[in-house]
């Protein structure tokens, strides 16, 4: 156990060679760094992993990996809060007394978490807990290898993730993935991929009170993709209090879209999704399903976009007053360019 007053910090590192290393790693500043288990060890390959709680006005902690040339790396963090000293002090008199203090109320955020990272193939990151966040709270999935790039990210304002899974690969190409429940006054959640040129990539969130139930994934096997299938609700009245949005583009100006923004007319506003993005240097492209609920009636608009370079870019919307069905497609090649709601 480390506790804090200023900063306190626990690491493990493996490495293997010149090149491989594994390694675990937690932060915090005014609190306290309760770890179970951390664990380095080498070999052939490497590996670390550590599983604990991070409390604090600040706090993370990450698991990384790399073989010399591929990078893969996950976290979570909290900022904000007002920690109780009285708290912490009464812990260092009684260590014993952790299990009152973690349910005591003691005002910062918490990240609950195991983490695990290896080179055995590669290199490869993974995670799992929650993170409880009296102000911002945040987790992060990130990949490398050369010009690939795939990572996920979460942030809750006032709120809890709870993370189920979340993944990132690194070796030949690049991929992450993020299964995950989001629930407090502001969220979102997102997986994206670049293969340097093109990218892709997909989103959901809520702006006033929600919640998202949500799993995500993104790779660069062929070129750049990313999938996401899952709900979100808010009882929020400003549209755009619910939202979800699937994009592909190029560096060269291509750039496709789908975008549903909602909120509720009456009670609450659900939008059900299941929606890809893709490109590659001949096509952009995204396909968005999203299924409109609510317990009385809702307010949608949504926007598909596809633009090629060469002015105008086409456009499509349909507005929704009441629960339903929408479907939009969006695609853009250096040729032609379409997009139909």
């Known amino acids: 156990m480390v506790i804090a007053l200023g900063d306190g910090h626990t690491w493990a590192e493996a490495k293997s060679g010149e090149e491989e290393r594994s390694w675990t790693g937690a932060n915090v500043t005014t609190g306290a760094i309760i770890l179970s288990s951390n664990n380095a060890a080498s070999g052939a ?8 709680f991070v409390l604090g006005l600040y706090g993370n902690s990450t698991a990384g990996s790399t073989d010399g040339t591929n990078t893969t790396e996950v976290g979570a963090e909290i900022s904000g809060g007002t920690l109780s000293l009285e708290s912490i002090g009464e812990l260092i008199q009684d260590p014993s007394n952790i299990g ?23 290199a490869h990151a993974g995670q799992n807990g929650i993170v409880v966040a009296v102000a911002e709270g945040r987790t992060w999935g990130n990949a490398s290898a050369g010009s690939d790039q795939s990572r996920t990210f ?21 991929s ?29 969130g ?17 070129s750049a993709h990313a999938y996401q299938i899952g709900t979100v609700t808010s009882p929020g009245t400003t549209l755009g209090d619910v939202w979800t949005r699937a994009e592909a583009g190029n560096t060269s ?17 659900s939008i059900y999704t299941y929606s890809s993005a893709d490109s590659s240097n001949a096509e952009a492209e995204v396909n968005a399903y999203m299924l409109r609920s609510g317990s ?16 105008p870019p086409d456009i499509d919307t349909e507005t929704a007053t009441y629960t339903g069905i929408t479907i939009g497609n969006a695609w853009a090649t250096d040729i032609g360019r379409d997009a139909r709601v």
């Not at 009152?100 to 590669?122: K, R, V």
């Not at 979460?154 to 190409?173: P, R, W």
């Not at 809520?206 to 062929?222: H, P, R, S």
């Open 176 to 204: 992450a993935d993020q299964s995950l429940v989001i629930v407090g006054s502001k969220g979102s959640a997102w997986a994206e991929s670049s293969d340097g040129m093109n990218y892709a990539k997909v989103g959901s």
């Open 45 to 52: 390959s490497t590996s670390a992993d550590q599983s604990g």
């Open 154 to 174: 979460a942030n809750v304002t006032a709120g809890l993730i709870t993370l189920a899974s979340n993944n990132a690969e690194a070796g030949t190409s690049t």
């Open 296 to 311: 009385y009636r809702t307010y949608s608009i949504t926007t598909a976009y596809a633009f090629n370079g060469n002015p």
């Open 253 to 269: 100006g291509r750039l496709t879209y789908v975008e549903t923004l909602g909120n509720r007319i009456s009670r609450d506003s």
């Open 100 to 122: 009152s203090f973690l349910t005591s109320g003691f005002g910062s955020g918490l990240i609950g978490i195991t983490q695990n990272a290896d080179t055995s193939s590669s």
């Open 206 to 222: 809520f702006n006033n009170t929600g919640t998202l139930a949500m799993y995500q994934e993104t790779e660069t096997t062929a």
